[in-house]
């Protein structure tokens, strides 16, 4: 009898449930999306990875480093290609080259091509192996010393064909024809590939005939193991030897760090949207329990007992979320393909019709569904099982409940004095970490906290914010105000929503705001260089040092070269170390935010570190510092500054006189410049000079100039790419928030039925009938979005100053985007209620006054 009684009134109000279901549907499709996507994406790298991947590779050993402080490619003499095949069960042996530090360009244009991101350019032989990662689709491989094969996502991109010329920008320019196309079997990871002949390949990339590994496949006769143990043995010393198993971890290793934090990313703005739809789901049962009071109480009179009762509600939660589940979990297949699509856009090609289902994608979707509707139906439940019998005979719920309130009121403000007690802690705390954790926890009390105390700021605030409807529009004004102010609990609960959506919103753009005010000024105060020169992974050559040397209107240029290096301190540590090596007028154009010494010891040989690392290991200015630079290179050298952090150009770095480093690093092992800075001569147009220096770095197409401007531009648009990122996450929370005040607002409309029929009874136009329910939902949403705006400013204004010390150093309050949340909010007021207030408008008189 439970479960027919629950069927029964789950499908008499399946149009009420509707924007609850699609709540959960969005909340699961996000979950569910996300794990299929990342199970796809593993799934299809595992398979190139694994494809791919030889018996054995064999290269040169890992430097002192992890990479050659020189900035050389390392490679394996060729006879060591005979070695490894005479290895017994080696059936085949290839000699690899690939490198990663060349740059593609159109021959025609001296156009760069290939990834923008954060993929690759790999350039190396072409060699026919038994696991070629592509196939040659079009023309043939190259034969000679001027051809080329180029992989078909880049030349389409590129817009190259075969008989196109493609240029090898190495440590010189190379020029090639190309004469054949190459697809990838399985995915491409957004890198771009090159081909060329073995002997073009090693005199053009590696200036010497060496190869940069040898793969060998085996026999099947011996294990993996075994070929590595043999190979180790018989090559010695100044190789390493990897497995199929060992390369495939590595290269998955590469992707998975990207494809986890897209994963995790996405799994924590869903977790937002479920907080969110709890919300609307609670107002729902809440509602649909108070309609059904009567309905209620008779169950009770005919013998239903409390927990009947509450069983029935929870049987229509249970409903409800595997329903929600089963359409969400399909919904989430589409939006994986549309995730597929969108990274396929980036140069990450995945093949959606291979998508990955597994078990954990219905375990996740089931599970997060049911568990969430079934929790928020859980209040509104027990709220109906203490509907007493007697409350048959009456027209509304039960009374108000006093005693309740006061309870909110104690928790709820205790929850939120102790959540802002902790965010003042945090704002105030020295150490990061320490404020991080007081964040955290004041974030999470803080929220709870306004939960709790919505429904008792509604009365008051709505009060405020409908001050003016009575006003400017009269009974209909008078009317919204006071139904939004009529139940605080149930317009508490639908702000919130919102509240959550458009707080989270609201602290992102004051980080990132602040993140863009900060750089900005320490820029114009740190940074005196006219221009910045950058050339990307592969650094700035010295042929564009000269070409920005000999640019009209330069005065002079400051180089900064990037050294991996062994510092070991008075206190016996040693630690591994970057060391940026300058130019003798560094601290010309650059002022060091110093702490102790002075910058212009530079110029005579001395180091300039961070505070925190000088504090760590107990430096003061004088102090001598032992740097190993790797292959015999070692020097001491004096502590001449001790840099204040809190200023990211600087903080966590290491300066180092370019001219003393060169004393004990030759000049050709010294690695090319990272960054190139330019200073304009006095009196010299800057505008002008810019423009002479892009003309000079045309030939260079790996490299770019800016200005300051152009790189405040840089860095503004690299932060509000992030923002946007968020603020797209976000949406769907927001989403579900606008759902929960259509919701909100339906309900309400069929609950005051005969309250409706009334006012059009005595006079109320149909116009002003709308015009009430507008309002409503306008003072709803705008009160949300002032709860939103409190705690998103001060979520904002702690997380700047926990990061105070990390660079984060100014505090800016976007205005602007504060004006444009409240503006929205009142916009998705008015688009909430077009369709409840339609209805309402289309309410015949005598059967709303006739409604039971």
């Known amino acids: 009898m439970l479960l027919k009684t629950s069927l029964r009134s789950f499908f008499a109000h399946k149009g009420r449930m509707l924007l609850s279901l699609i709540a959960v549907v969005l909340s699961v499709a996000f979950v569910s999306g996300t794990l299929v996507f990342s199970n796809t994406a593993t799934s299809t790298f595992d398979k190139l990875f694994a494809s791919t991947a030889s018996d054995l590779s064999v290269g040169p050993a890992k430097p002192e480093f992890g990479f050659d402080p020189r900035g050389k490619t390392l490679t394996v003499p060729v006879d060591s290609v005979g070695k490894v095949a005479a290895i017994p069960g080696v059936k085949s042996v290839i000699g690899q080259v690939s490198v990663q530090n060349a740059t593609l360009a159109d021959a025609a244009t001296n156009k760069a091509v ?3 991101s954060g993929a690759p350019t790999i350039v190396g032989n072409w060699a026919d192996t038994p696991r070629n990662a592509v196939e040659i689709t079009s023309g043939h491989a190259p034969q000679g010393a001027d051809q080329v094969v180029i992989d078909a996502d880049t030349a389409k991109k590129a817009k190259l064909g075969l008989g196109g010329r493609l240029r090898v920008i190495t440590a010189d320019k190379h020029d090639f024809t190309i004469v054949g196309i190459a697809t990838f079997k399985t995915t491409n990871p957004g890198a771009a590939l090159a081909f060329l002949s073995t002997e073009t390949a090693q005199s053009v990339l590696l200036g010497q005939t060496a190869y940069t590994s040898v793969e060998a496949f085996g026999d099947g006769s011996r294990s993996d193991e075994q070929l590595k143990s043999a190979a180790l043995a018989g090559l010695g010393a100044g190789v390493q030897a990897k497995t199929a198993a060992e390369q495939k971890e590595e290269n998955s290793d590469s ?64 409903l409800l979320g595997t329903l929600g589940s089963t359409v969400g979990i399909g919904a989430g297949l589409g939006l994986a393909v549309g995730l597929i699509q969108l990274m396929n856009a980036a140069g990450m090609h995945l093949d959606a019709g291979d998508l990955k289902v597994g078990a954990d994608v219905f375990v996740a979707g089931y599970a997060v569904g049911i568990v969430i509707t079934v929790l928020a139906a859980w209040i509104p439940a027990r709220r109906a099982g203490r509907i007493a019998p007697i409350a048959a005979l009456r027209d509304h719920g039960t009374p108000a409940e006093a005693r309740s309130n006061t309870v909110r009121a104690v928790i709820g403000l205790v929850l939120t004095a102790g959540g802002g007690g902790l965010l003042v802690l945090a704002s105030g705390a020295e150490k990061m970490i320490t404020g991080g954790r007081y964040f ?6 803080t929220l709870v906290g306004f939960v709790v105390l919505g429904p008792l700021l509604a009365t008051t605030v709505v009060r405020v914010l409908g ?77 564009i040092v000269d070409a920005v040397r000999r640019t ?119 690695p090319v410049d990272a960054v190139l800075f330019g200073k304009a001569a006095a009196g010299a147009d800057v505008a002008g000079t810019l423009t002479a220096l892009e003309d000079s770095l045309k030939e260079y197409p790996q490299a770019n100039v800016r200005d300051q401007a152009g790189y405040k531009k840089l860095v503004q648009e690299q932060i509000n790419g992030l923002l946007n990122m968020i603020l797209g996450l976000l949406f769907l929370a927001i ?41 409503e939902s306008m003072v709803i949403a705008l009160f949300g979005a002032v709860l939103g705006t409190v705690l998103g400013l001060a979520w904002g204004v702690t997380g700047q100053r926990v990061l105070r010390t990390q660079g984060l150093e100014s505090l800016s309050i976007p205005v602007t985007t504060l004006l444009l949340t409240l503006a929205a909010s009142v916009v998705i007021g008015l688009l909430a209620a077009l369709i409840p207030a339609f209805r309402a408008g289309r309410m015949n008189v005598l059967a709303a006054i006739a409604t039971d």
Request: charged fraction near 20%.
């Open 114 to 116: 290939g990834p923008t």
């Open 255 to 318: 992707v998975g760090s990207f494809l986890d934090f897209l994963k995790y990313a996405m799994l924590g703005f869903a977790g937002i949207s479920l907080l969110v739809g709890g919300f609307l789901i609670i107002n729902t049962f809440s509602m649909l329990v108070a309609q059904r009071t009567r309905e209620i109480g008779l169950l009770r009179a005919v013998g239903g007992s409390r927990k009947q009762v509450n069983r029935s509600v929870l049987v229509e939660a249970l």
């Open 552 to 670: 009209s209107g330069i005065d002079h240029v400051i180089e900064q070269k990037s050294l991996p290096a062994y510092f070991t301190t008075p206190d016996g540590k040693t630690s591994e170390q970057d060391v940026s090596a300058v130019s003798a007028r560094f601290t010309e154009d650059f002022r060091l935010p110093v702490k102790e010494g002075g910058a212009d010891s530079l110029k005579q040989g001395a180091l300039a570190v961070g505070e925190d690392f000088a504090k760590d290991r107990g430096l003061k200015v004088g102090d001598s510092i032992k740097i190993d630079y790797g292959h015999g290179r070692v020097q001491s050298l004096p502590v001449g500054v001790i840099m204040t952090k809190g200023n990211s150009f600087f903080d966590g770095s290491t300066f180092a006189p370019l001219d003393a480093v060169a004393t004990a690093v030759p000049a050709a092992d010294l």
């Open 735 to 775: 989403v579900v928030a606008v759902l929960g005040v259509v919701n909100t607002l339906a309900l309400s409309v069929v609950e005051r039925t005969r309250e409706i029929g009334l006012l059009r009874a005595i006079g109320l136009s149909r116009r002003q009938l709308r015009r009430m329910i507008r309002l």
């Open 440 to 445: 955290g926890l004041g974030v999470l009390l």
């Open 467 to 543: 001050a003016l409807l009575p006003t400017v529009f009269g009974p209909s004004g008078t009317l919204a105000q006071r139904n939004a102010m009529r139940n605080p609990r149930r317009t508490g609960a639908t702000a919130a929503a919102l509240m959550i959506g458009l707080a989270l919103v609201i602290g992102a753009s004051v980080f990132t705001s602040s993140m863009i005010k900060s750089t900005n000024e320490q820029l114009d105060r740190s940074v005196g260089a006219d221009y910045i020169v950058q050339a990307g992974r592969n650094g700035v050559s010295p042929e």
